[in-house]
Structure formats: C-alpha cells, structure tokens
C-alpha cells in the first residue's frame, strides 16, 4: 500500500499533465527497467540476450512517438534488422538464442510502450491512457475479491500450472466489473461511442491484461523464480506491475482503430 501511495500519483500526474518529451522519455526509462528485468529471466534459461543494444533499440522505439513518428511495422523490421546484424560478429552457437531473446524483448516490451505514447498524442488521448491503466488496477481488484468471496476452496482454478492462486471465479469477476466500468468511463470521456463499442473495448482490454498476466507467470515459472525483479516493496518487480498491460495497450490500440473504422 505505501509503494502504491507513491507509485500512483507519480503515474497518474506524467499521463495527465507531461509534455510528449517527458512522457517519452520516462515511458523509455521504464522500458528499460523492465527490460533488464525480462533479460535476467532470460539469462536464467541460458539464452545470452544482447543487453545493451536492446536497450537503445527499445528506448528509441518508445521515444519515436513523442517526436510525432507513428509505431509502423518498418521499425519493428529495423529492431529484427540491427539484431541480427549485432549478432553476425558473435559466436554463432549462440546466434538463435540471442536474437529471438533479443528481439522478442524488445517487442514484448517495448512495442506497447510506444503504442502508449502514441496513443496519448491522440485528440482526448490523455484519457485513453488513463482508461487502460484505470481498467487493469481495476481488473486486478476485482480479480482478487471475486476470487477470494466466489472461489473459496480454489475449486474451479483457472491455470493451476502457471498461477496456481487465480481462478475462474475471479476472472469472471474482473470481466464484468471492468465492462461496467468501462461503459461508464467512455460515457463520459468518449460519449459518442456507442454502448456495444465500449463493452467490448473493456472485454478485450480485460481479457488481453489478464492474458498478460498469465504470461508474465509462465515466464517466471518456467526459469523456477517468484518475482521478476525487488524494486518495488510489496510489488516484486517493474515486469510484474507492468505484465497486464503489456498485452491490454495493444488491445487498447488497435481496438480504437476498429471503432473508428466502422463508426461505433
């Protein structure tokens, strides 16, 4: 509770009220902290990713939208290119481990970090950067409570193998709280969206953020550890707050891109 009094103000003032630069450079920062994160995971299953490289790659992919450059399939082809180019010179035994760890890094994390800054360019885009991170803290409570009150006796768990604590109950708790929340969200930040657009907004970001939790679990199950990192008392590591929302921005992402193209 008293790193999340600290943590939330600190987040909630750069979405609100940063300039693009400032957004850009701290949403950089915490890709980078992030990244070294998954990089340890990584390393634990001998995979050998090109730290450094990565790093300037990634921060330069998040930054490129503050500076008003879109997040294009081309740079993602750069961030493929440059790594393997990095990795001609090396032993090449350890060539496909260290770019597919390399560049999966990158995009996994990365990749959603720009499509943030870039959606907080957009008109009203403050609020869709608030809507994603309102939604998953709201999930996550949900989650929690529902499964506590509704999945007492863990009899219906949900991935006894990768998260052994989550059930079903609880996910379909998070689900709908979040539907609702996010109906009453866009009513008044977006209310020209339609009610279908905004429940299903709300489902997909939900279902994604969970999604990414469980794949965060995975990862750290599958290397033996519990925690992806210490920096953050109470919390584990920068990967294990930031999990849910690696999958829930690009749902955010390209879910708007949808609506605006059929009007909802």
């Known amino acids: 509770i008293i790193t999340a009094i600290f943590m939330v103000p600190t987040v909630l003032a750069v979405i609100l009220f940063a300039p693009a630069i400032l957004l850009g450079v701290a949403a950089a920062a915490l890709t980078i902290g992030t990244l070294s994160e998954y990089f340890d995971l990584a390393e634990k299953a001998n995979l050998a990713p090109l730290r450094r490289p990565a790093y300037l790659m ?132 977006f209310p020209e969206m339609s009610v279908v657009a905004s429940l299903l907004l709300a489902a997909t970001v939900n279902v994604a953020g969970q999604f990414g939790d469980l794949a965060e679990s995975a990862l750290k199950r599958g290397v033996g550890v519990k925690d992806s990192g210490t920096l953050l008392p109470g919390h584990g590591g920068l990967l294990d707050r930031v999990d849910a929302l690696l999958f829930a921005i690009p749902a955010l992402w390209y879910d708007m891109k949808v609506i605006a193209f059929f009007h909802w």
């Open 58 to 189: 990634a921060g330069l992919l998040v930054m490129l939208p503050a500076f008003g450059r879109h997040v294009s399939l081309e740079s993602l082809f750069v961030v493929a290119a440059m790594t393997l180019l990095i990795l001609a010179g090396r032993d090449l035994v350890t060539t496909a481990a260290a770019s597919a760890s390399t560049v999966f890094g990158v995009l996994y994390i990365g990749l959603p970090f720009a499509m943030l800054v870039e959606l907080r360019q957009r008109p009203r885009g403050h609020l869709l950067a608030l809507y994603v991170l309102v939604m998953i803290w709201i999930g996550d409570t949900a989650a929690y409570y529902g499964g506590r009150l509704l999945g007492r006796g863990g009899i219906h768990k949900l991935a006894p193998r990768i998260s052994p604590g989550k059930t079903w109950e609880g996910t379909i708790t998070s689900l709908v709280v979040v539907m609702a929340a996010g109906y009453f969200y866009m009513k008044y930040a």
